[in-house]
């Protein structure tokens, strides 16, 4: 009992001496305590120093840091659609699935490649873009051309994939990308492949 106490006594010794560090200092002192009562503010403290930090390993950037989402949107009759990378969770996704599959039987007819192996092929046919572009395709006329947004970089396959969807559906497909505008049409796109 005695022992205990004077853990705790030595604990909150070492807590009362973090308030007098530095912010980026606490850091180190909270890696080396293993007390369980070290409170929640502290490992949000701890995350949020991190971010701060320019200088963190890539291991301990991926544990304390989220990646930005990727996400598209396609505003179809005045009204804007959301679609997240591998997110199916949208009220129209059996039928984008099945249009996103239809479209690559015909893409891999015509000398599509996926850039990635089979397990990965399912998240690569359900990034945001594409599933935005699907849901153009099945709600608007033959032909309509269609715009998309995409909060970051359309990635390589992707690319592809438009080329090959805008050649099939013959229809122009505009996606702007947080990098620049893309144009495709007849199987090529305007930004002459990045
Ligand atoms: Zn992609
Ligand atoms: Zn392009």
Redesign the pocket.
């Known amino acids: 009992m005695a022992s205990l106490i004077a853990i705790r006594r030595a604990t909150f010794k070492v807590t009362s001496l973090h308030s007098s560090h530095s912010i980026f200092s606490r850091n180190a002192n909270i890696k080396t305590l293993s007390n369980p009562n070290q409170s929640h503010n502290d490992q949000q403290q701890y995350h949020a120093t991190h971010s701060l930090q320019k200088h963190n390993s890539s291991d301990t950037q991926s544990k304390g840091l989220k990646k930005t989402q990727?996400f598209s949107t396609i505003t179809l009759h005045n009204k804007t659609e959301y679609f997240y990378?591998g997110n199916y969770s949208h009220d129209q996704s059996d039928k984008i699935s099945k249009e996103l599959q239809n479209l690559l039987e015909k893409m891999k007819v015509l000398g599509y490649v996926p850039n990635v192996d089979e397990k990965k092929q399912r998240i690569?046919t359900s990034?945001?873009?594409?599933l935005a572009v699907v849901y153009g395709i099945i709600n608007t006329k033959k032909k309509t051309p269609i715009s998309v947004f995409k909060n970051l970089r359309?990635?390589?396959?992707?690319?592809d994939?438009m080329k090959f969807i805008s050649e099939i559906t013959e229809r122009k497909i505009t996606v702007t990308d947080s990098y620049k505008v893309h144009h495709f049409q007849n199987g090529e796109c305007s930004c002459d492949d990045f």
């Not at 990034?127 to 594409?130: A, D, L, N, P, W």
């Open positions: 990727g990378n690569l990034h945001s873009e594409r359309v990635c390589a396959d992707c690319h994939a």
